[in-house]
T-cell receptor
C-alpha cells in the first residue's frame, strides 16, 4: 500500500542539527522529496534526491537515502528559528506525489 | 523566480454551491496537478493533467470535481456542488517533466464550506 511515515514532532535548540526521518513504501519511486510548510503557507520545495543516489547536500541541508530500508532523512545543520515549520517527505512512484504525515519542527532559543 | 499562482486565496461558500479555483502554472511546465490538505491532515493527491487530459486521479476526485485548461495559462478545479467535507486547502502544482525533477506548488486556496 501507499504509506509514507514520519514522526510527528521534533524539538531542537537553535544552532543544533535537526534530523527528520521518513520511511516510504514504494521502491519504484525514482525521486524522493522534502517540502517545507510554514503556518498558513504553501508547500516550498526544499530539495529532492534521485533514487540512485545515497546522499545529496545543499548548503545546510543534507539528504540521506537508504534504498534497501526505504528510509529517507533530512538533516538541517545549524538550525535557526526560521526553520520552524512542518516538513513533509514525499515519494513519487507514478507521476503523483505521496506525502508523509509531516514532522513539526520547533526550534527554541 | 517563476512561481505557481493561485486565486482566490480564500473562498467561503454555502453547501451545494459551485466553486472554481484557479491556478496559473509556471509557463514552460506541461504537467499540472491539484492536491488538497484538510486542516491538520496529510496533503492528498487529487488529479494530474497533461496534454489537455486527466492522466491520473484519486478516489477523492469523483464526479463532483472537474479540471480544465481553458486557455494557454490557466488551470482550474471546479467543484460542482460543494459539501462540508470539501473544506480544505487546495494546492495547485506544476512540473516540467513527468515523474521526475522539481514539482512546484502554489500558495494554496483555502475553501470553507458552510
Amino acid at each position: 500500500g501507499e504509506d509514507v511515515e514520519q514522526s510527528l514532532f521534533l524539538s531542537v535548540r537553535e544552532g543544533d542539527s535537526s534530523v527528520i526521518n521518513c520511511t516510504y513504501t514504494d521502491s519504484s519511486s525514482t525521486y524522493l522529496y522534502w517540502y517545507k510548510q510554514e503556518p498558513g503557507a504553501g508547500l516550498q520545495l526544499l530539495t529532492y534526491i534521485f533514487s540512485n543516489m545515497d546522499m545529496k547536500q545543499d548548503q545546510r541541508l543534507t539528504v540521506l537515502l537508504n534504498k534497501k530500508d526505504k528510509h529517507l532523512s533530512l538533516r538541517i545543520a545549524d538550525t535557526q528559528t526560521g526553520d520552524s515549520a512542518i516538513y513533509f517527505c514525499a515519494e513519487r512512484p507514478t507521476d503523483k506525489l505521496i506525502f508523509g504525515t509531516g514532522t513539526r519542527l520547533q526550534v527554541f532559543p | 523566480e517563476p512561481e505557481v499562482t493561485q486565486t482566490p486565496s480564500h473562498q467561503v461558500t454555502q453547501m451545494g454551491q459551485e466553486v472554481i479555483l484557479r491556478c496559473v502554472p509556471i509557463s514552460n511546465h506541461l504537467y499540472f496537478y491539484w492536491y488538497r490538505q484538510i486542516l491538520g491532515q496529510k496533503v492528498e493527491f487529487l488529479v494530474s493533467f497533461y496534454n489537455n487530459e486527466i492522466s491520473e486521479k484519486s478516489e477523492i476526485f469523483d464526479d463532483q470535481f472537474s479540471v480544465e485548461r481553458p486557455d494557454g495559462s490557466n488551470f482550474t478545479l471546479k467543484i460542482r456542488s460543494t459539501k462540508l467535507e470539501d473544506s480544505a486547502m487546495y494546492f495547485c502544482a506544476s512540473s516540467e517533466t513527468h515523474r521526475a525533477g522539481e514539482l512546484f506548488f502554489g500558495e494554496g486556496s483555502r475553501l470553507t464550506v458552510l
